[in-house]
């Protein structure tokens, strides 16, 4: 699937936007959606960042290597307890209900094919 990698996840975000009617935008984006918005920032007016994306180029796993959630990004297939590993690991012990939900509702298929798209240089 074209949309589980960050070029295609920005053709949904700008199709959406075209949709609403949207010439312009300003994205804002965190993480994941760093690289999202830089993605889209070429196609669209306006981009604001916070953070830093983790890393520079097609290699999106560097941004991973030594954490403790690093091998649970990828993976298709997370249980409860790896959720909330991830979780915990990203927002620390702060962690909403609300945002655990629509962690185990992602499509697992998403972060693999997310990073196996970034490996094969399609970023």
């Known amino acids: 699937m074209r949309t589980y990698t ?9 199709e959406l936007l075209g949709k609403l009617g949207m ?16 993605e889209v920032v070429h196609r669209m007016h306006g ?6 994306p983790p890393v ?5 796993t560097q941004g991973f290597a030594g954490l403790p ?8 297939n997370l249980s409860e307890a790896e959720i909330d590993t ?3 690991a990203i927002f620390e012990t702060s962690v909403e209900p609300f945002l655990r939900d629509p962690m185990a509702r992602t499509d697992g298929r998403f972060r ?5 798209a970034a490996r094969r240089g399609r970023c």
């Open 6 to 14: 960050r070029p295609g996840l920005a053709d949904a975000a700008v």
């Open 56 to 60: 520079g180029g097609n290699n999106i």
């Open 69 to 76: 959630h690093a091998g649970l990004a990828s993976r298709q």
């Open 86 to 88: 991830f979780l915990e």
């Open 112 to 116: 693999k094919r997310l990073f196996e």
């Open 23 to 38: 010439a312009e935008a300003i994205i804002f984006g965190w993480s994941l959606g760093d690289h999202i918005a830089i």
């Open 47 to 52: 981009l604001m960042i916070t953070g830093t």
